[in-house]
């Protein structure tokens, strides 16, 4: 083995050394989320997942950036426009109804301050901002009638506590609203906003 191959395996072991205390900065959120408020009696308990980069890893003022993926499906079929049929004897307008996913992306920059002077365990809070782009896709129960898209952005501000159970586990309750009328003048479907509980964990590798 070449001087230069040993030198790069020992800085290699060195800085896996150094990260070894703390955990690398990397690491993956998994959650169970609930939706709330208007929105929230259209759609089923769904699930969040993502990957997350994490700083300041030695202090109590751990910070990480989020990009997560949210997924959710309705609990009965919501509104999708309205159809015009001939009963016999005049022209009816009726509501029509499909069948809706709910799928979101977000990136989001969250602070935990730890009650401890280090990060390492115990209780912390959490605090974020960021944004959402949320796409619902729509599918007509009556057939023949087609699919329909929808895509609206949000702001999106998260609270919520957690407890760390050493430098890579986490369990993580949250609150997270989102707030549609910052890019929309009209007003979307469920209503402005898109609130829901997340119970969860974070894992750092």
Not at 91 to 110: F, H
């Amino acid at each position: 083995m070449s001087r230069r191959a040993l030198t790069l395996l020992f800085a290699t072991l060195s800085l896996a050394a150094q990260e070894s205390p703390d955990g690398n900065r990397f690491g993956i959120g998994l959650s169970a989320i609930k939706p709330t408020g208007d929105w929230g009696s259209y759609f089923d308990p769904g699930f969040q997942a993502g990957i997350q980069i994490h700083f300041n890893r030695e202090g109590r003022h751990l910070q990480r950036l989020r990009i997560d993926y949210l997924r959710m499906d309705d609990s009965g079929p919501v509104p999708f426009g309205t159809n015009v049929f001939w009963n016999g004897t005049t022209w009816v307008t009726a509501a029509a109804n499909a069948r809706s996913r709910m799928e979101a992306y977000t990136v989001a920059y969250e602070w935990m301050p730890h009650l401890e002077n280090h990060s390492r365990s115990g209780a912390f809070f959490i605090l974020g901002v960021g944004g959402t782009l949320w796409n619902e896709t729509r599918r007509a129960v009556a057939p023949g009638t087609g699919t329909v898209t929808d895509t609206e952005w949000s702001m999106t501000f998260s609270a919520g506590a957690g407890w760390r159970f050493n430098t890579h586990a986490t369990l993580e309750l949250r609150y997270v609203h989102g707030d549609l009328s910052s890019f929309w003048h009209h007003q979307p479907d469920y209503g402005s906003t898109r609130d829901f509980l997340s119970v969860g964990t974070s894992l750092r590798f």
